[in-house]
């Protein structure tokens, strides 16, 4: 496995790259800069997969990934595709943590602020295990719950007792089982991160004034020669070299008959909802401006977390009377009920009007809003998934040496991890 492409590495070969999301599209564009031989298959009408961009009345939403966080290969293709990427406003610097039902800056107060120096710096035994297993050795439990869960629930979905350290960062698991000090494994990640894909010339989180679709139609426009839209490969020919970079429970199906399909569909996801809802700013009195809220679990509210859109990036709202936020909650039983994807949209609206009564003393209703729903959401960086990946890379190599597959699942979830991916592994050919 090489940079989270499974199966055998790549050639100076012809390949189909099967799947027209940000995955395939990234080895489309590195692919077209080297100037490899592919072909793009998408079974949607255009490519784009879960990055897209929906105008509505008063604003935009968007389905996954609002924002990418920048890298040198993004970079490149803002570049080669005559793209101007947004940076996050200066309202955005302000992030805030719900305690006691409240909004607080973070880093929370100074009291707890000066433990961590103590807590990261002191070495201890590690000997892998889950986030939550780290969390409690080195932070305790109450930073634990406060920061850590609602920080990495915003990125991966998941309780932190479902993610494997070692599967989510293995630099930074080899790191610290090798000096047990949290602080420097994490500053020697970051510095060898740095050494192999350079440094950004942009900062931070970026997007596009008219959202993530800019990268999408540019990307996609880029390779419009090379793309086959609205067609879904449904089986596997032996002649020919592929690259499939759909979700696991999609390859599984074109693994008929074989141990492969089993594999594949064993890629556990977490059931999420998001929903971007826009409102007038005088409907929110309590609301107060910055990046977006994380919200501890232990605080009862419904939703994970909300974006706040339009003091993130301009061109997210109409008008500045209007208030752009996206709130995002896992599919979990809680004293609210269970089984939230099968609940009718309007149900589901008013739980989240609740959580924003007790935010910001919300007063009317959303003027409009867009809804997802995800059975199978972001996949879950377990440690059975590391395991997978060994055992799914061992079988493509023996049966399949044709074929490699690449995904949100097989290491790389974000936008960034994907660029940077893709670039590698071309660049290594
Ligand atoms: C709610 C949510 C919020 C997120 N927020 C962020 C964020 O802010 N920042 C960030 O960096 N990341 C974020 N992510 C993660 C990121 O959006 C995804 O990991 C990424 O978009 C996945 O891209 P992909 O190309 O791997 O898969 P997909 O986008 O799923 O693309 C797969 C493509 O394959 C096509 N396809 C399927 N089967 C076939 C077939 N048989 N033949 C041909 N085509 C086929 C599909 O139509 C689809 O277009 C978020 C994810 C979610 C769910």
Redesign the pocket.
Known sequence: MQNGLLGKSLKDEAYEI????????SFAFFMKEKGMSFRL????AS?????KTVEMKYGIAE???????ANTAMDEMIETLGLTSVASGKLAKKRFLVKQGKLNSVPLDLGEIFKIPFIFFSAKKWEGGSVEDLGRMYLGENLTRQLLEPALAG?Y?APLHQLDVETMFPGFDKELKKSGRFLPAILKMRKQATLQNGKSIRKGSHSFEKGMIEITNALSDYVKDETISA????KLEEDKNYIL???AY?TA??FENHKLKELFLKVRYTP?V?TTLIFKKKDLPGFKPGFGCLIPRREGFFSLGVLFNNYIFPGRVVDEEYLSLTM?FRDEPTDKGSNFLEKPEDEIIELLYDDLKRLFGLEGKALEYKM?K?EK??PIYSAELRQLWKEINELLIKDFPNVRVF??YTGN????A?NLAARKIIEEV
């Open positions: 099967i799947g027209g999301g940000i995955s395939g599209l298959t998408e079974s949607a490519p784009g997969g879960l990055l389905p996954a990934a609002n924002a990418f966080v990125i979905g067609h879904t490969l449904k970079t759909l979700p999609k199906e074109l999420l998001t995002i997802w995800y959401g972001i995904g949100n979830i974000s936008i960034r994907i």
